[in-house]
């Protein structure tokens, strides 16, 4: 991570005393600061767009997950382009379901409600530099339907790849090997900066919510073992 001084957090959940327990663990870390904590709603959605936190944890609500992920959804509610912060969705339920649910609207962190300090402290880091987060139990979960998921439809994929540059197609791969911006730009001789744009572009144009949709569609269609991964940028 660049600055750890700067990785500011904020928690969304409707029970005082989860978002109590979770600010108490968190400001155990002195990376870490919890910059506000409220119940999930528009006011929330505002208070992301005024503290501008670079992860916030919220309880399972899809709906304010999407509005929160989407940048159509951010802008309404006040969110500058660019800062739509990095989600990890906090669950006391154990079921496939929500992890999925959270995924597709856009999480890039999975975490029940019972982990330990150190998985919560990990998983925030982790995507606050732009990378994702599972819990380890629910992770061979989505290997698994990984596994099972039906073929995409290659030509679509293709088309939509196609529209990359080399160095953003070199990025992906790096994605998709689960390296974070930090090892990508080491990898490529970049600044960190650089390949935070690189994602940025990359997820615009293939539109996706988060790297980690991005990594399973580039290791699905192949691209981690396609010769156009070593392209020039």
Avoid at 59 to 78: N, T, V
Avoid at 187 to 195: F, Q, S
């Amino acid at each position: 991570m660049d600055d750890f001084s700067t990785l500011d957090v904020m928690l969304v959940d409707n029970e005082d005393l989860v978002r109590r327990g979770f600010r108490q663990a968190l400001g155990e870390s002195p990376d870490i600061t919890v910059v506000a904590d409220t119940r999930v709603g528009d006011e929330a959605l505002r208070m992301v767009g005024l503290r501008r936190p670079r992860v916030v944890l919220v309880d399972a609500e899809y709906e304010f997950i999407r509005k929160l992920a989407r940048p159509s959804g951010a802008a309404a509610s006040g969110i500058a382009p660019g800062i739509v912060p990095g989600i990890i969705v906090l669950t006391s339920i154990d079921l496939d379901s929500h992890l999925f649910r959270s995924l597709k609207a856009g999480a890039s962190g999975f975490l029940l409600k019972s982990a330990s300090q150190e998985e919560l402290t990990s998983a925030v880091r982790a995507v606050a530099d732009g990378g994702a987060f599972l819990c380890p139990k629910m992770t061979r979960r989505l290997i698994d339907r990984f596994e099972i998921l039906p073929p995409p439809h290659e030509r679509s994929h293709a088309v939509a790849l196609a529209a990359l540059s080399g160095r953003e197609t070199q990025v992906l791969c790096g994605i998709a090997k689960g390296r974070s911006n930090q090892e990508i730009a080491h990898e490529l001789h970049v600044t960190p900066a650089t390949v935070k744009s690189h994602v940025s572009r990359i997820l615009a144009k293939l539109e996706l919510p988060n790297r980690m949709h991005a990594a399973l569609m580039a290791q699905r269609s192949g691209l981690v073992h396609s010769p156009q991964a070593s392209a020039a940028p």
